[in-house]
């Protein structure tokens, strides 16, 4: 693992390893924590499930286990710091200079969220929303001391893909992707999957954590850490169309004749339906070929291309599209903002041929 910070952790895979698989293993999936990674139980862990609704539950490990049907969703879970490293090369921003290996596809395996709610009588009235709170303890220079927390709305807490999970890839989750107890939702920024969930709380309102409220928000151009203004800022939920490279690696050296490029392309709200590679920066374009599990909406396409490099510098680049006809931007500067969320343009990596 490439490795930002060791307290708290955050670490990414190499690309190389990350296209090795279109499920990633537990070793190689990114880290993206705040605080300590605590260290839990499972035998005395529980769940609160509180708020608007009829009744309140105080659920163990195996109490969820036993009365909810077991259900298994892949998904990829992506940092909406992914890729920061580009919107970082504009001007600066805060934050870990992730490349684009904050991002993993697995195999989730827990209870949906949605059970849990319903058999807590929760109401499902539209503007309602699910708060979430941690376990692990964040501290920040203004703020204190306090627990993770943060909120999805409701329409999207009630809908079937949305787990407390257990188990990634058949296995026990790793202390630091949650164990024992996490929730997972696709399609939405890391952010708003808890890891080490204590309770669920259904209000009328965003979490009033300072993780929903001032932080994980896409704030426009001209503000900086000093100008914020919060309120103006759209709260992440879902995860734009995105694309990259992950095979040849940055500044690789290569022979020149055919060469295969692999990488990876995702969308949330849409579907991919192509992708397209350049060798000269995106003055001309081929498609790539894509592979998608039909049966595995929330998860990523891995995709293809095999090019012809003449001798010399090249800039390679790829694009997605999504079935709206919608793709990337080209620069990362069209998008930039400084907490550096959302890095999105097309992925350029600079090689050479000999
Ligand atoms: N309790 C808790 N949950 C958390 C976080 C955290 O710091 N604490 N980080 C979030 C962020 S920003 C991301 S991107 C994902 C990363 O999940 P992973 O470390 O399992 O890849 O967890 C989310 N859930
Ligand atoms: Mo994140």
Redo the contacts with the bound molecule.
């Keep these: 693992m490439i490795i930002h910070t060791k307290e708290?952790f955050n670490a990414e895979p190499s690309l190389a390893r990350l296209r090795a698989s279109s499920i990633t293993a537990q070793p190689d999936?990114?880290?993206?924590?705040?605080?300590k990674i605590p260290q839990l139980d499972e035998k005395t862990h529980r769940l609160h499930v509180a708020g608007e609704v009829r009744t309140p539950l105080d659920l163990s490990i195996t109490e969820l286990r036993d009365r909810f049907t077991l259900s298994t969703v892949t998904a990829v879970?992506?940092?909406?710091g992914n890729r920061r490293l580009d919107m970082q090369a504009v001007k600066p921003t805060s934050g870990d200079p992730w490349a684009p290996g904050?991002i993993?596809n697995a195999e989730w395996t827990g209870v949906s969220l949605a059970d849990v709610l319903q058999a807590a009588g929760a109401s499902a009235e539209p503007g309602l929303h699910v708060a979430f709170e941690?376990c692990?303890e964040?501290e920040m220079p203004d703020e204190g001391r306090f627990n993770?927390g943060v909120s999805i709305p409701i329409g999207k807490a009630m809908s079937p893909e949305v787990l407390l999970a257990f188990e990634m890839n058949g296995e026990a989750l790793a202390r630091?992707?949650?164990y024992p107890l996490?929730v997972v939702v696709p399609g939405f920024?890391?952010?708003r999957?808890?890891?080490?969930l204590t309770a669920i709380i259904v209000q009328d309102r965003p979490s009033d954590n300072h993780m929903q409220q001032r932080d994980y928000k896409l704030v426009p151009a001209e503000m900086t850490a000093n100008t914020v203004n919060w309120d103006q800022g759209i709260t992440i939920y879902d995860m734009p169309l995105n694309s990259a490279i992950c095979e040849p690696a940055a500044r690789a050296e290569m022979k020149a004749g055919l060469a295969t490029l692999r990488g990876y392309a995702i969308a949330t709200a849409r579907e991919v339906v192509r992708v397209d590679v350049s060798i000269d920066g995106g003055r001309n374009w081929r498609q790539a070929e894509l592979e998608h599990d039909a049966e595995a909406p929330w998860s990523w396409s891995f995709w293809t291309a095999t090019v012809d490099l003449p001798k010399g510098e090249h800039e390679l680049a790829v694009r997605a599209w999504d079935s709206a006809g919608q793709t990337q931007p080209a620069q990362p500067d069209d998008t930039w903002n400084f907490k550096g969320y959302l890095s999105a343009a097309w992925h350029r990596v600079h090689v050479s041929a000999t």
């Design positions: 708290p999936f990114y880290v993206r924590s705040h605080g879970m992506q940092c909406a904050a993993g941690a692990d964040i993770y630091e992707h949650g996490r920024a890391g952010v999957s808890p890891k080490w």
